[in-house]
């Protein structure tokens, strides 16, 4: 397949009120895909359209080779879809809810035990296997959740917020998780709120506002849409910062409350010293100051903007609780 997933205008409204207005995506195979965008952008109506839960108003899409409408059978054996909270039976142990899943997938009962022990040990859950799911903790239940949808070996895994919830050292263990993932060739199209997240784990990044793509590309193409590097100084008093923002008209960034001024630099210790004698020339005004360079934190917060909707871009990307 030169594409993993394809989709052209894809929209959709629930009870008269627009949630996708026209979606454009192309995803190569072996490779993750990030959607970003703030609650209600429409990252979860996105996957459920592309997993065949929910049926687009218009539209076309195609995963794993498959028409989403024509071929509905057959998308849902080539993907799986982890959603937001952890889809497994907690009455069961780890074992028992990945040898459930192996024969609900249909394999025989050798095959599913044998299934089951290769995900477990893959999982880092060999010693867990034994005890009942409610016993384990976010991370471990997240991770049986995981290996649960990988019974069957799907081309295209749909991880719907994956991580919500988990704690720092749990997010990073399924990180190198997903990126294992794509290294065996498993296409992974994640939504998620964590832009260090995306940063970390995407060939691609697209960010979703009130209902299109607002911007897509690699992490480094969208921070290239930000200013670069900032200088953030902070002063001394009120009154320092006053004087020092009536100085620099050209600040980006103000914070009466923290007494915090962003300017614009490129970086060089040359600039950053100039820009510290116009400020501060008597050199007791600024307390501290840090450099920042730009992140896809800035990016998401410039593109989701309160205010008018983001001009669509029709460009389409480049190479780059339930289980299906």
Do not use: C
Not at 128 to 136: D, K
Not at 203 to 230: C, F, M, W, Y
Not at 257 to 279: F, K, M, Q
């Amino acid at each position: 397949m030169s594409t993993a997933i394809e989709a052209t205008g894809l929209t959709k409204s629930y009870r008269a009120v627009p949630v996708l207005r026209g979606i454009d995506l192309r995803i190569p195979p072996g490779t993750v895909f990030a959607l970003l965008g703030p609650n209600g952008a429409g990252k979860t109506t996105t996957v459920r359209i592309l997993a065949t839960l929910t049926e687009p108003d218009a539209g076309t899409a195609a995963v794993a080779g498959y028409d989403i409408r024509a071929e509905r059978s057959r998308v849902r054996r080539a993907i799986s879809l982890t959603g937001q909270f952890a889809a497994v039976d907690e009455g069961q142990t780890g074992a028992e809810n990945l040898r459930m899943m192996a024969r609900l997938a249909g394999l025989g009962r050798a095959a599913a035990r044998a299934r089951a022990g290769e995900l477990l040990a893959r999982f880092g859950l060999s010693e867990a296997a034994g005890r009942l799911v409610r016993t384990y903790s976010g991370g471990m239940r997240r991770r049986v959740d995981l290996a649960a949808g990988l019974v069957g070996e799907p081309e295209v895994i749909f991880l719907d917020e994956p991580t919500t919830g988990l704690d720092p050292r749990s997010r990073r263990e399924l990180w190198d998780i997903v990126s294992d993932l794509a290294a065996r060739g498993t296409t992974v199209f994640l939504t998620t709120q964590y832009l260090e997240e995306a940063d970390r784990l995407a060939d691609r990044v697209a960010v979703l506002h009130d209902g299109v793509i607002a911007a897509q590309g690699t992490a480094a193409e969208l921070k290239s849409r930000v200013p670069g590097d900032r200088l953030d100084l902070t002063l001394t008093t009120s009154d320092a910062y006053l004087r020092a923002a009536a100085r620099a008209p050209h600040a980006t960034h103000h914070d009466p409350a923290t007494r915090t001024l962003g300017l614009p630099t490129d970086g060089t210790a040359r600039h950053v010293r100039a820009l510290l004698d116009e400020l501060d020339p008597g050199g007791t005004e600024v307390a501290r100051f840090a450099l920042r360079t730009a992140t896809l934190d800035d990016v998401f917060l410039s593109l989701t903007a309160p205010g008018p909707a983001v001009a669509h871009e029709r460009t389409t990307t480049e190479e780059a609780p339930t289980h299906v």
